[in-house]
T-cell receptor
Framework: AQSVAQPEDQVNVAEGNPLTVKCTYSVSGNPYLFWYVQYPNRGLQFLLKYITGDNLVKGSYGFEAEFNKSQTSFHLKKPSALVSDSALYFCAVRAAHSGNTPLVFGKGTRLSVIA | NAGVMQNPRHLVRRRGQEARLRCSPMKGHSHVYWYRQLPEEGLKFMVYLQKENIIDESGMPKERFSAEFPKEGPSILRIQQVVRGDSAAYFC???????????FGPGTRLTVL
């Protein structure tokens, strides 16, 4: 079975500092990995994905994520946080070439960037 | 190109009534997914549909819940005889291909009194 773990419910970071939001996954075979962001009372917005290729994936709003197969991780990073980055972040996974297996989401990590 | 549209945005029902949630996918997208989000929780997959077909409904309760995606018109998630535990945000997403990222609508917030 597929699963995603986001070990931190809340991450606090000062504006201008680097941020990391952690995600580990479990899946049979190769994974497709995604990060989404949710602002209050809004739907999820796609940030970035890893399908294949370069382990470092660059996405929207200056975010990037690194796929680490040995550690089964896909941590989200940004070199310099903005107050406007404060939101709820979700990691998601599905197995590659898995037929119609649905996307599985983590419980989310609330990022708070303090000015 | 308009994004995924959902209506209504807010829906209030009394226990025992029916709730009908609508989702119009992005133009050119034939894959639709429904998710439920409870407060302070992640998204839980409910059902995956392609035009006129239910592909995977493994996350949908077997009673009272149904979904369709007709050849013409929006996808509909129907909840019959709602109970207080059905109160949640329901999100629809669409994608052009199954492997692609999903684009989400703004959600319908259902409150059952």
């Amino acid at each position: 079975a597929q699963s995603v773990a986001q070990p931190e419910d809340q991450v606090n970071v000062a504006e201008g500092n680097p941020l990391t939001v952690k995600c580990t996954y479990s899946v049979s075979g190769n994974p497709y990995l995604f990060w989404y962001v949710q602002y209050p009372n809004r739907g999820l917005q796609f940030l970035l994905k890893y399908i294949t290729g370069d382990n470092l994936v660059k996405g929207s709003y200056g975010f990037e994520a690194e796929f680490n197969k040995s550690q089964t991780s896909f941590h989200l990073k940004k070199p310099s946080a903005l107050v406007s980055d404060s939101a709820l972040y979700f990691c998601a996974v599905r197995a590659a070439h898995s037929g119609n297996t649905p996307l599985v989401f983590g419980k989310g990590t609330r990022l708070s960037v303090i000015a | 190109n308009a994004g995924v549209m959902q209506n209504p945005r807010h829906l209030v029902r009394r226990r025992g009534q029916e709730a009908r949630l609508r989702c119009s996918p992005m133009k050119g997208h034939s894959h639709v997914y429904w998710y439920r989000q409870l407060p302070e929780e992640g998204l839980k997959f409910m059902v995956y549909l392609q035009k006129e077909n239910i592909i995977d409904e493994s996350g949908m309760p077997k009673e009272r819940f149904s979904a369709e995606f007709p050849k013409e018109g929006p996808s509909i998630l129907r909840i019959q005889q709602v109970v207080r535990g059905d109160s949640a945000a329901y999100f629809c997403a669409s994608s052009p291909f199954r492997e692609d990222e999903q684009f989400f609508g703004p959600g319908t917030r259902l409150t059952v009194l």
